[in-house]
């Protein structure tokens, strides 16, 4: 069954540094999401990724987060420059399409956890 | 405002019990239903969906769901948990609009005790 990816499985950086969690959605997937989930809270939705660009983004999603598909496998949630409470699990998810509108049904990769020092 | 609620944070039951979550959601229109199980240190499984139709949708693990209009509600349902049910549980509703953004509940953190 096909799943998605994601390296690495936990990343630990110190504060002010650059990250680049990757992600490798299903292959006939076209929209990708980023959730992330602090500890021992709810999963909150950081942004959502169509054709190439952002489609939607939420309030946590601000100038230090980026996201990019480099290529046509990987996706990934860039932070340029780290803070103490970046510190969570990141999901990346993805989901196909059905009569070219997204299905709904979102399949979501193991997880990176991001310690920030 | 929109939200999704997820009233029992923890519950504990015995293995072979019958097992309820409840998720109630507060939108303007009925969204799109999920239930997602998150084991630990594990990812985010779906258990099952709800998009129109009947009401009562079967999903994997043996879960069941039922979805009430009029109470605003999707509760979960299991006949008899087997210890493996020991997970966390997250209701999560998409807007058919949102391009896809699921929003999640809190969360039920469900204990089977032998």
């Known amino acids: 069954e096909p799943e998605v990816t994601q390296t690495p499985s936990h990343q630990v950086t110190q504060m002010g540094q650059e990250v680049i969690l990757r992600c490798v959605p299903i292959s006939n997937h076209l929209y990708f999401y980023w959730y992330r989930q602090i500890l021992g809270q709810k999963v909150e939705f950081l942004v959502s990724?169509?054709?190439?660009?952002?489609?939607?983004k939420s309030e946590i999603f601000d100038d230090q987060f980026s996201v990019e598909r480099p290529d046509g496998s990987n996706f990934t949630l860039k932070i340029r420059s780290t803070k103490l409470e970046d510190s969570a699990m990141y999901f990346c998810a993805s989901i196909g399409t059905s009569g070219g509108l997204p299905s709904y049904e979102q399949y979501f990769g193991p997880g990176t956890r991001l310690t920030v020092t | 405002a929109q939200s999704v609620t997820q009233p029992d944070i923890h519950i504990t039951v015995s293995e072979g019990a019958s097992l309820e979550l409840r998720c109630n959601y507060s939108?303007?229109?009925?969204?799109?239903l999920f239930w997602y199980v998150q084991s630990p240190g594990q990812g985010l499984q779906l258990l099952l969906k709800?998009?129109?139709?009947?009401?009562l949708v079967q999903g994997i693990k043996g879960f069941e769901a039922e979805f009430k209009r009029s109470q605003s509600s999707f509760n979960l349902r299991k006949p008899s948990v087997h210890w493996s049910d020991a997970a966390e549980y997250f209701c999560a509703v998409a807007l058919t609009d949102s391009w896809g953004k699921l929003q999640f509940g809190a969360g039920t953190q469900v204990v089977v005790t032998p």
């Open positions: 990724f169509y054709n190439n660009e952002i489609s939607e």
């Open positions: 939108y303007g229109a009925t969204p799109y």
């Open positions: 709800y998009f129109s139709g009947d009401t």
